[in-house]
């Protein structure tokens, strides 16, 4: 409580600025990142309503690791953290969440007759055409023999 004066004019007191970056939200990628967290917390509730299933940590797993990522672009952490190269680290990511929720979505729905687990199967197979397409238009951005700066356009 300020009492008629204002805090934010105190010098003594550090201002954080925290820029959020709504463009991201729009744009392919992060419409995309917004599909994967969605669908990976789809298939994480119907394998946790299915009685005794054991694939509710590697859908928790995914949605921890999307939801820290799309933070991460959202608050433009990654021009802050500059000691890693943040687009690689993503299409790691994405690739291995591919890989590995196929595997445990297709164990699921071929192995399982309950409806929650083959819900969550079939919810995490959309995820992962999700992290596939992600690591995709990812892995097309990155260019390994250019320098990170913009370049210049020739006339």
């Known amino acids: 409580m300020s009492l008629g004066r204002d805090d934010s004019s105190d010098s003594r007191s550090p201002s954080i600025k925290m820029e959020l970056d709504v463009a991201f939200l729009r744009s392919i990628r992060g419409i995309l990142k917004v599909g994967e967290l969605v669908t990976a917390f789809v298939a994480m509730v119907c394998f946790a309503t299915a009685a005794g299933s054991t694939y509710i940590a590697a859908s928790c797993l995914e949605l921890l690791i999307t939801a820290a990522l799309l933070v991460l672009y959202v608050l433009k952490l990654n021009k802050k953290f500059t000691f890693f190269f943040w687009p690689l680290i993503d299409v790691f990511n994405s690739v291995f969440a ?10 699921a729905v071929s192995l399982h007759s309950a409806k929650g687990i083959l819900g969550g199967g079939i919810v995490g197979l959309m995820a992962t055409a999700l992290w596939c397409g992600d690591a995709f238009l990812l892995f097309r951005r990155i260019t390994f023999n250019q320098a990170r700066t913009t370049s210049v356009q020739r006339k």
């Open 98 to 107: 591919a890989i590995f929720m196929f595997i445990i979505c297709v164990t």
